[in-house]
C-alpha cells in the first residue's frame, strides 16, 4: 500500500503565493509518475503537472509559467511551487503516484485564491 499526505494549502491573495508539499510512503516501487490535480468548484479534476521517476516535467497550459513541480526521490516527496496565483487556481489540489499500474491518490488539500 501507497499512502500521500500533503500540506501547504491555505488562503492567499491573487498574485501571490504557496507551496504544496506530498510525502509518499509505504511500498513503492522506485519507477513511477508523481504528479499534482486540482479540482475546481464544479469542475472536473485536471492535471496541473507530472513528472515520473527520471524524465521531465509535464504542465498545463495554464500554470506554465508560473508553477513549478520538483521532486526529492530520495525522500519520495515531491513539491508544487505556485507563484503569481490567480482566483482561478482556486480548488482543491491533490497529490497521484501511479506505479505497476496502479494510482494512489492523497486526500487533498485546499487552495483557495482570493481577487
Known amino acids: 500500500q501507497v499512502q500521500l499526505v500533503e500540506s501547504g494549502g491555505g488562503l492567499v491573495q491573487a498574485g501571490g503565493s504557496l507551496t504544496l508539499s506530498c510525502a509518499a510512503s509505504?511500498?513503492?516501487?522506485?519507477?513511477?509518475?508523481m504528479g499534482w490535480y486540482r479540482q475546481g468548484p464544479g469542475k472536473q479534476r485536471e492535471l496541473v503537472a507530472s513528472?515520473?521517476?527520471?524524465?521531465?516535467?509535464n504542465y498545463a497550459d495554464s500554470v506554465k509559467g508560473r508553477f513549478t513541480f520538483s521532486r526529492d526521490n530520495a525522500e519520495n516527496t515531491v513539491y508544487l511551487q505556485m507563484n503569481s496565483l490567480k482566483p482561478e487556481d482556486t480548488g482543491v489540489y491533490y497529490c497521484?503516484?501511479?506505479?505497476?499500474?496502479?494510482?494512489?491518490w492523497g486526500q487533498g488539500t485546499q487552495v483557495t485564491v482570493s481577487s
Open positions: 497521484k503516484l501511479s506505479s505497476l499500474g496502479s494510482d494512489y
Open positions: 509505504g511500498s513503492i516501487f522506485r519507477v513511477n509518475v
Open positions: 513528472m515520473p521517476s527520471r524524465g521531465f516535467t
